[in-house]
């Protein structure tokens, strides 16, 4: 007999009418194994975002961005290859409609222009301290790296871990959960010190989020994050040269 109180079964009829009792076992089970492989994703992408940032101890920038730029490109080819092994997400920037990519470009930065503005409000002149961070990193880091690092490292493996695997493969059962998940894991993993930075990059998730889950595929939110951070990385440089 099983016990409701520790298993909590539930029971359904097959096609010949017997009673079958499906145990939530598997259910826990799926979930434990989903947050290890996000968690396994992220250390990997940290780990390569270290290695990165240790190469500032060399003050040559030719082999500070010989060593950087090696790391970003093995971590971002594991991330692929990883994927397609796994027949996750097969990578394809061919397919893609270049005039719904525009569309998605132009509707999404108006619709981060709105979160910006509101974000304004809560933080004034306040710069949130995720970016204080990134600002440190560029004035210390080659440029060319610092460029690899914000504009095609960051967008293309986090595209991989949130949407790609996170919303898109762990949670694609639950596609309502999988977006409000997805979106506040991103958020907080970037940061937000304040209510205005909560509001900026939950901006930023909201709308990779509705990209990815209208298109079924990672590959239009990889163009829009990529495109995002270059704004970024413009704004900096102009800040720091």
Avoid at 143 to 159: H, K, R, Y
Avoid at 220 to 226: K, L, N, R, T
Wanted: glycine share 8%.
């Amino acid at each position: 007999m099983y016990n409701e109180e520790l298993l909590k079964d539930v029971e359904r009829r097959n096609e010949n009418g017997d009673v079958v009792v499906k145990s939530s076992g598997g259910k826990v089970t799926k979930i434990i194994k989903c947050v290890c492989t996000f968690l396994a994703l992220f250390l990997l992408y940290e780990f390569a975002q270290v290695i990165s940032v240790l190469s500032l101890a060399i003050k040559e920038p030719v082999f500070q961005t010989l060593l950087g730029g090696v790391a970003i490109l093995v971590a971002i080819w594991l991330f692929i290859w990883i994927f397609k092994k796994l027949s996750w997400i097969e990578l394809d920037l061919k397919s893609i409609d270049i005039k719904k990519c525009v569309i998605y470009l132009i509707g999404g930065n108006l619709l981060n222009f709105c979160g910006l503005f509101v974000a304004q409000l809560f933080m004034g002149e306040q710069i949130p301290e995720n970016q204080e961070l990134v600002i440190e990193m560029g004035k210390n880091m080659a440029i060319v790296l610092f460029f690899m690092q914000i504009v095609i490292f960051a967008p293309i493996v986090e595209e991989y871990i949130f949407r790609g695997y996170l919303q898109s493969m762990a949670l694609k059962n639950y596609p309502k959960i999988g977006f409000l998940v997805t979106a506040l894991l991103f958020t907080l993993v970037h940061g937000p010190n304040n209510i205005g930075s909560f509001i900026e990059y939950g901006t930023l998730a909201t709308i990779l989020g509705i990209i990815c889950y209208r298109t079924k595929r990672i590959e239009y939110a990889i163009c829009f994050h990529i495109f995002n951070n270059l704004i970024g990385f413009i704004q900096i440089f102009n800040e720091i040269s």
